[in-house]
């Protein structure tokens, strides 16, 4: 029984080191590009921005 749970337990710190290998990479990506600066619409910026976009509603 002992053996069982030992083969198990390295199994599963197996599948969870490749899982982590493999996804890590990707949530670090995903996490740079959500943590990116955000351009914030006030301003002349924001004029600009609704006269473009009634012109091509137009």
């Known amino acids: 029984?002992?053996?069982t749970l030992l083969q198990s337990a390295a199994s599963g710190l197996?599948?969870?080191l490749f899982a982590?290998?493999?996804l890590g990479p990707?949530?670090?990506l995903g996490f740079?590009?959500?943590e990116g600066p955000v351009i914030g619409k006030g301003g002349a910026g924001f004029?600009?921005?609704v006269s473009?976009?009634?012109q091509?509603?137009?």
Do not use: E
Request: charged share 10%; proline share 0%.
């Open 32 to 34: 740079a590009k959500a």
């Open 26 to 28: 990707l949530t670090a």
């Open 14 to 16: 197996r599948i969870a």
């Open 47 to 49: 004029v600009l921005f």
């Open 52 to 54: 473009l976009q009634r």
């Open 1 to 3: 029984m002992s053996a």
């Open 20 to 22: 982590a290998l493999m």
């Open 56 to 58: 091509s509603m137009s």
